[in-house]
């Protein structure tokens, strides 16, 4: 048990890639908080019937009220936090669209769940996880930030902003012992991207042609780095970011 008895609040792990790291998570004897504004208690719920100690909290990670009430969640339930896992974000909902037709508005809401979002849930986070022998955060990243695809500018910024903020958290936090990483998977079939049409037919078959491993990408492809991440084998490596994608880009 790499993360036995350790506290874990995943965002936006109420499906998806964030569920599969919480389950993850839970399997290495972390004790997790699921914080999500749809299907919290409902994941929380499926972990738990599989042996996992789970909570789930109905949060919208660009409300600070929202934020705070789950740290105080945190240590109410659980009585501290050691891991931080940033994974909520808009991604599967999305269209692809030409850069002149996303809206202003539509700019703006993807720029603060993906970024302002990880910003507000880390600062709050930051009391607890200085008081933490193992402080880690995991920011889920993304290869688009890597290779620049075409058609989501908006939600390439973010994860372009997600790599820069992994560094710059990793350096100012480091003077309190708390590791920051990042994760970029490839094009992931998490069930909401397996639910939108357009996004599927983008984007599925250009990744796979572009991989080493040339097959479908799925969620627990990429457990393994979340594990590694939030536990002791990374004990000395902060700051960076690991794609994972079947080699489809090096870094
Ligand atoms: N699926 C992919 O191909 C892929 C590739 C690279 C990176 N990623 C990243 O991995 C993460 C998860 O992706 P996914 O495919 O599971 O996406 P998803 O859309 O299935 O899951 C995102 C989760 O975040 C939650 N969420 C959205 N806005 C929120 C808010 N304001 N407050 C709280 N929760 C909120 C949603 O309810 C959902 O459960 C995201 O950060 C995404 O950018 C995904």
Redo the contacts with the bound molecule.
């Keep these: 048990m790499k993360l036995d008895r350790k506290i874990a609040l995943v965002?936006?792990?109420?499906?998806?890639?964030?569920?599969?790291i919480a389950a993850a998570l839970g399997r290495e004897g972390a004790r997790i908080l699921i914080?999500?504004?749809?299907?919290a208690e409902g994941a929380a719920a499926e972990l738990a019937a599989a042996g996992i100690e789970a909570r789930g909290l109905e949060?919208?990670?660009?409300?600070e009220e929202?934020v705070a009430r789950s740290m105080a969640f945190a240590q109410t339930q659980f009585g501290g936090l050691d891991i931080v896992v940033?994974?909520?974000?808009?991604?599967?909902?999305l269209m692809p669209k030409p850069m002149e037709e996303i809206s202003a508005a539509e700019w703006r809401q993807v720029m603060?769940?993906?970024t302002l979002?990880t910003f507000l849930v880390t600062k709050a986070a930051l009391p607890l996880l200085k008081k933490s022998s193992a402080a880690r955060v995991v920011n889920?990243?993304?290869?688009?930030a890597f290779k620049g695809n075409p058609l989501y500018l908006h939600?390439v910024a973010?994860?372009g902003a997600?790599l820069s903020m992994t560094r710059a958290m990793a350096k100012e936090l480091g003077a309190h012992k708390i590791l920051v990483n990042a994760?970029?998977?490839?094009?992931?079939?998490?069930?909401?991207?397996e639910n939108n049409p357009a996004l599927m037919a983008k984007?599925r078959g250009p990744s796979i042609a572009g991989r080493s491993l040339a097959r479908d990408?799925y969620?627990e492809d990429l457990v393994g780095a979340a594990v590694f991440f939030a536990g002791p084998d990374s004990a000395f490596i902060t700051g960076q970011t690991l794609v994972i994608d079947g080699g489809s880009y090096f870094h």
């Design positions: 965002t936006g792990a109420g499906a998806g890639i964030g569920k599969a914080a999500d504004r749809a299907n949060v919208d990670i660009t409300s929202d940033n994974n909520a974000a808009i991604f599967s909902t603060d769940v993906n979002g889920l990243c993304s290869g688009v939600y973010s994860k997600i994760i970029a998977p490839g094009f992931t079939l998490s069930e909401n991207v984007v990408m969620p």
